[in-house]
């Protein structure tokens, strides 16, 4: 049974930052490419950022490029979001999602999923 679980979303002023953590149980974590998607009120969800086995490869979405970070640490199990810069825009539930792929942006191509932490971001 593999087991992700999200922390630290919170309420944050635009222009803060915070950093999301998704800790993960379950399969051998190195060998996964882990994903961050956001969803927020009335709206689908949205891919954000993905990070590949090594950490070695990202990707984000326009909307978060130059202000989120996506890092690892696989001997922790352990991948992060660093949030930096934030707008009201960013407000939304965030999910952590692990992938057998090489690196992914489509929410499909990931087979399991935490349970999402919410981030307020007031103007």
């Known amino acids: 049974q593999v087991q992700l679980v999200e922390s630290g979303g919170g309420l944050v002023q635009a222009g803060g930052s915070l950093r999301l953590s998704c800790a993960a149980s379950?399969?051998?974590?190195?060998?996964?490419?882990m994903g961050w998607f956001r969803q927020a009120p009335g709206k689908e969800r949205e891919f954000v950022a993905a990070?590949?086995?090594?950490?070695?490869?990202?990707y984000y979405t326009d909307s978060v490029k130059g202000r989120f970070t996506s890092s690892r640490d696989n001997a922790k199990n352990t991948v992060y979001l660093q949030m930096n810069s934030l707008k009201p825009e960013d407000t939304a539930d965030y999910y952590c999602?692990?992938?057998?792929?090489?690196?992914?942006?489509?929410?499909?191509?990931?087979?399991?999923w935490g349970q999402g932490t919410q981030v307020t971001v007031s103007s």
């Open positions: 999602a692990s992938s057998i792929l090489y690196i992914a942006t489509k929410a499909s191509a990931y087979d399991y």
């Open positions: 379950g399969r051998t974590f190195s060998r996964y490419a």
């Open positions: 990070i590949n086995w090594s950490g070695g490869s990202t």
